[in-house]
């Protein structure tokens, strides 16, 4: 859903132009235009919500875990000592599109009340320059060793009837079709028995005995590569506040490891389009992008 008034929903759309910190497939964080200090990013949602009440958790989940991430960036490239989070709900809400601001701060900077006084950059290169060192601390920081998790803190394990709930969730962050009813667990339950029954996988990540990810593994024989086994990797996801931390990477080696075993010579994929950062993720984890998916829907 969009509103046509919407400034940050131009943005969102193109419409309106902005300097990006961030770009995923479900958050965006772009340079405030009147900032407290040099760096002061928003974290938005890319579909429209105005109050947090009509946030849906998954989505602000999302929205934390960049937020997060954008605060180390702001450490990385400007120095700054902490950061200041902000988020507004109706009152004194500019812009009725949920958002959280992230400040960098300094010992001393002279901040002092709530939001004033407010600043403009120089023009429109120095935000550029300032977005574009932001972007490439973000960057940087996905591939740093320092923001993995430390060794035997991920398990992967195949998944079981109890862990429905925590995966369908995991799903709706961007697998579920508009037409689907997330609270009917009988369906998705049935769906796992009959995967389960037909000798696909559904792997689990676990991070202190909680459920962080998920990957469908499924199996299937051609003709070509005489009879050769395919293994097609399905929805993976990693809950938005472990992302670059090491759990997809540990989901989809134990996916290889398992394609292998059903004695697999190819293991294969799609990627949304507009998945950009899943896309170098694949890449670092060896995949090619050597064709062109296409998809019908029955």
């Given amino acids: 859903m969009t509103k046509p008034d919407c400034v940050f929903d131009a943005i969102v759309a193109g419409d309106l132009p902005a300097h990006f ?9 772009f340079l405030d235009a009147r900032p407290l200090f040099a760096g002061h990013t928003l974290v938005v949602p890319r579909r429209h919500h105005a109050t947090v009440a009509e946030l849906p958790l998954t989505t602000a ?31 004194s809400q500019s812009v009725p599109h949920c958002h959280i601001h992230v400040v960098p701060r300094r010992r001393g900077d002279g901040l002092r009340g709530f939001f004033w006084p407010r600043t403009r950059y120089a023009d429109d290169a120095e935000a550029a320059r300032v977005a574009a060192a932001l972007r ?16 035997g803190r991920v398990a992967v394990r195949d998944a079981g009837a109890g862990d429905l709930p925590r995966l369908v969730s995991l799903l709706a ?9 997330p609270g ?9 028995a009959e995967m389960t029954r037909a000798g696909h996988r ?7 005995g909680q ?22 990797l399905e929805s993976v996801h990693v809950d938005g506040a472990l ?20 004695g697999c010579y190819r293991v294969q994929l799609t990627s949304n389009k507009a998945r950009t950062d899943a896309h170098r993720f694949w890449a670092r984890q060896g995949f090619a992008a050597t064709h062109e998916g296409f998809k019908l829907y029955l």
């Fill in 243 to 262: 992302r670059g931390r090491g759990v997809g990477t540990a989901l989809v080696s134990a996916a290889v490891e398992a394609a292998r075993e059903a």
């Fill in 184 to 192: 009917r667990l009988d369906a998705y339950r049935d769906a796992l």
């Fill in 21 to 29: 910190v961030l770009e995923e497939a479900e958050v965006l964080a």
């Fill in 136 to 151: 490439a601390a973000v960057e940087a920081s996905r591939a740093r060793p320092a923001h993995l998790l430390p060794a």
């Fill in 61 to 91: 989940s999302l929205m934390w875990g960049a937020a997060a991430r954008v605060a180390a960036a702001q450490r990385d490239a400007l120095g700054c000592d902490g950061t200041f989070f902000g988020l507004n709900d109706v009152v």
């Fill in 173 to 181: 962050d961007g697998s579920l079709t508009g037409g689907e009813d």
């Fill in 202 to 208: 559904v792997l689990v990540a676990e991070v202190d």
């Fill in 211 to 232: 459920v962080a990810g998920m990957c469908q593994v499924i199996f299937f024989r051609h003709l070509q590569h005489n009879g050769g086994r395919c293994a097609e």
